[in-house]
């Protein structure tokens, strides 16, 4: 089973670039979430979604960032004018279906600098 | 609201010395615990979980029991190995019908020597 794939894998940008970022979760989890990792902290929800729909959004700084899983599988989530302050690994998970006691499976994460 | 707290920021150990990373909590509704294990540039993953009072799930040589009495989940094991270097992070979700939303606590990384 192919795990939790994520791209690009780093990404540098200059304040006030946009960047994108890419999930494709494992086949048939219908349960995807966006983590934001700052370096040395634990990952910090932004979004979940179950199928297309967004459960929580309400961690994601909505002026800038925005995230959208169209069709249930996919997902991407977009920085519109990045800050300094958003320099993290961006963890992308994915769980079978929507229990507390689910396990999420992680992706290996996209490292964002911005200078 | 939910939060998980992990005192220990950074733990040194010798090989085969036992290894505890401690982990309380706060939830107003009756909390799943989770470890997750993250080794360097790679992804979390799974290494224990429980639901259970006074149950102790393990994995790899290591343990974990939840106390709901003193909302703890410390993590454990007998004797440590150059491959349990790591990041540790404990986390939580509830079952107020909110899915796996986990919060994590702000982790232990975990280096041990020969």
């Known amino acids: 089973e192919a795990g939790v794939t994520q791209s690009p894998r780093y990404a540098v940008l200059q304040e006030g670039q946009a960047v994108s970022f890419w999930c494709d979760p494992i086949s048939g989890h219908d349960t995807l979430y966006w983590y934001q990792q700052p370096r040395d902290q634990g990952p910090q929800l932004l979004v979940y979604f179950r199928d297309e729909a967004v459960i929580d959004n309400s961690q994601l700084p909505s002026d800038r960032f925005s995230a959208v899983r169209p069709k249930g599988t996919n997902s991407t989530l977009k920085i519109q004018s990045a800050k300094q302050g958003d320099t993290a690994t961006y963890l992308c998970a994915s769980s079978r279906d929507w229990g507390a006691q689910n396990t999420l499976y992680f992706g290996a994460g996209t490292r964002l600098s911005v200078l | 609201g939910d939060s998980v707290t992990q005192t220990e920021g950074l733990v040194t150990l010798t090989e085969g010395l036992p290894v505890m990373l401690n982990c309380t909590y706060q939830?107003?509704?009756?909390?799943?615990l989770f470890w997750y294990v993250q080794h360097l540039n790679e992804a979390p993953k799974l290494l224990l979980k429980?639901?259970?009072?006074?149950k102790r799930p393990e994995h790899q040589g290591f343990h974990a029991t939840l106390h709901k009495s003193s909302s703890s989940f410390h993590l454990q094991k007998s004797s440590a190995q150059l491959s349990d270097s790591a990041l540790y992070y404990c986390?939580?979700?509830?079952?107020?019908?909110?899915?796996?939303?986990?919060?994590f606590g702000k982790g232990a990384k975990l280096t041990v020597s020969p």
């Open positions: 429980s639901f259970t009072d006074n």
């Open positions: 939830s107003t509704y009756s909390p799943f």
């Open positions: 986390a939580l979700s509830d079952q107020q019908g909110t899915g796996s939303k986990l919060s």
